[in-house]
Structures are given as C-alpha cells and as structure tokens.
C-alpha cells in the first residue's frame, strides 16, 4: 500500500499504516495516497453537484 504524510508529505510503501510518520515522528498523520484515477473520481462527483 502507497502511504503518505499529511504533515511532511514522506512518502512510502508499507503493508500496514503505522501510528506514526517514520519520517518526522507525527501521530495520526498517516494516509493512503490518491491515485490519478481517485482526483478524476473526486472531479466528477464535484461536477454532478
């Protein structure tokens, strides 16, 4: 799984999200990252609005 910080924008692959960035040390700042495919499916539900 492709992850990333919200706080120092690391980025990593690991097969579990951990409680903590192994970069910087932020807890809770952990999420996957958006593929080109997830902006595009956001896009278009913004635009049926």
Request: aromatic share 8%; net charge neutral; proline share 4%.
């Amino acid at each position: 799984m492709n992850l990333v910080c919200a706080k120092c924008n690391y980025k990593f692959e690991k097969d579990k999200t951990p409680k903590l960035c192994p970069y910087c040390g932020k807890e809770g700042s952990m999420g996957k990252t958006k593929s080109a495919q997830d902006f595009l499916n956001e896009s278009l539900m913004e635009s049926d609005e």
